[in-house]
């Protein structure tokens, strides 16, 4: 996941907020939050609206299904729950259950498009009476 993607997930205020308490030279400046791409800024900013929210930062989720995709061990990923860095286990199989059956419901979506768009065609794909004969 890439900074910027992070810095859209936070408040502009909570972020500018942990901007000024980790650089000494933020009391000086002024402005707004479009400079701010630091990442340990941005993960101590994820970590207090997650905190607060219950909603789980792209940092706790990109974590938890890295975590998983590498090591597949549930225990890694509950620990680093239990720390405050990644989204529980079960929080994770309800996700990642959640991604499939949303990539399985788009796949039968464009097939239903697909039949209608050759219904009736030389072309049709999905019709079963079709048969090629050879002479």
């Known amino acids: ?30 402005g707004d939050t479009e400079h701010i791409l630091n990442a340990k ?26 975590l998983y995709n590498d090591f597949g061990s549930r225990h890694l990923i509950e620990d680093m729950f239990n720390l405050g860095y990644s989204i529980s286990y079960p929080e994770l199989r309800k996700l990642l259950t959640s991604a499939a059956e949303h990539g399985m419901n788009s796949h039968e979506r464009m097939i239903g498009l697909l039949s209608k768009m050759f219904e009736g065609t030389f072309l049709d794909p999905f019709d079963t009476k079709q048969h090629l004969t050879v002479s």
């Open 1 to 30: 996941m890439t900074l910027n993607a992070q810095k859209d997930f936070l408040d502009p205020l909570l972020l500018q907020a942990v901007y000024r308490l980790t650089n000494e030279n933020a009391f000086q400046e002024a």
């Open 41 to 66: 800024c941005l993960a101590i900013a994820g970590d207090i609206s997650t905190l607060f929210t219950s909603v789980p930062s792209p940092k706790h989720l990109g974590l938890a299904v890295h």
